[in-house]
Each structure stands twice: as C-alpha cells, then as structure tokens.
C-alpha cells in the first residue's frame, strides 16, 4: 500500500485557480499510475485525471481543457492545476494510486481534500 497526504483545497470564486498536491509514500517511478478523483453530494466517485509510469494522461471529458495533472519525482508528489473553475467542480477530491504486486492489483486512497467553487 502507498501511503498519499493531500493539499491544496479550499473555496475559490467561479473562474479561478487552485492546485492540488498529493505527496506519495515511495517513489512514483514504482507506481503504475496516480490520478485523481472527486465525488459530489448525491453522485458517484468519477475520474478527473490520470497520469501513468510512462507519462499518458488522460482527462474526463468535463475538464478537459481545463485541468492538469502533473508529477514531480524528486518530490514524489503528483500535482492537479484547476483552471476556469466552474461550480459544478465542487467536490471532494481524491488521490489515487495504483500498484501491482504479483497478480493482484492495489489501489491506494487519500483521505480527501475539498473543493468548494462558489461566488
């Protein structure tokens, strides 16, 4: 298991800027894949980004455009730049990071960190 220590949350007016930070336990040269997810009141968890050991990215298609992830190894930390935020990005967001061991496949969860787009 990886352990992973968010920041970066809080309350920002439509149109604004935040940027996540998720700080990994081991280095992210060993983790197959970091992204984040966010999950609103009443919805399902969804994927917002992620970034794989080869550097692909992928986005969902609501923030595309807008977000980015990103990493910085010598820190072992992946980054999430919120752009043109809108209040429907209102969530709490989550690291993830996805490891593999054997046969099996391990996914290990921040606790959390909220993000709240309103005027």
């Known amino acids: 298991q990886v352990q992973l220590a968010e920041s970066g949350g809080g309350l920002v007016q439509p149109g604004g800027s935040l940027r996540l930070s998720c700080a990994a336990s081991?280095?992210?040269?060993?983790?197959?894949?970091m992204g984040w997810y966010r999950q609103a009141p009443g919805k399902e968890r969804e994927l917002v980004a992620a970034?794989?050991?080869?550097?692909?990215?992928n986005y969902a298609d609501s923030v595309k455009g807008r977000f980015t992830i990103s990493t910085d190894n010598s820190k072992n930390t992946v980054y999430l730049r919120m752009n043109s935020l809108k209040p429907e990005d209102t969530a709490v967001y989550y690291c993830?990071?996805?490891?593999?061991?054997?046969?099996?496949?391990?996914?290990?969860w921040g606790q959390g960190t909220q993000v709240t787009v309103s005027s």
């Open positions: 993830n990071a996805v490891t593999y061991g054997g046969n099996f496949r391990y996914d290990s």
């Open positions: 081991r280095s992210i040269f060993s983790i197959n894949t």
């Open positions: 970034i794989s050991s080869g550097s692909s990215t």
